[in-house]
């Protein structure tokens, strides 16, 4: 499954989000000040966090601090 890309201005700080859809799809913000690089490198990582099921996880925010520690 594709999730559904959009580019939206956000604070630099903002890389992109990922939400997931009330009918299972899932849509991908990228920060469209950023480089096509880092929306590039954004992007996989929001694909990791969809084909992890992070999504279904309680903690998203333990789940961000493991993935930034390589935990």
């Given at each position: 499954m594709t999730p559904n890309v959009h580019y939206m201005d956000m604070p630099c700080r903002?890389?992109?989000l990922t939400r997931k859809n009330s009918d299972g799809t899932y849509t991908i913000i990228l920060?469209?000040?950023l480089s096509y690089?880092?929306?590039?490198k954004t992007y996989m990582h929001e694909l990791k966090h969809i084909?992890?099921?992070?999504?279904?996880?309680?903690?998203?925010?333990?789940?961000?601090?493991?993935?930034?520690?390589g935990i």
């Open positions: 903002v890389r992109g920060n469209s000040r690089e880092q929306n590039l084909k992890n099921n992070d999504f279904d996880k309680p903690d998203i925010e333990d789940v961000e601090r493991r993935d930034k520690f």
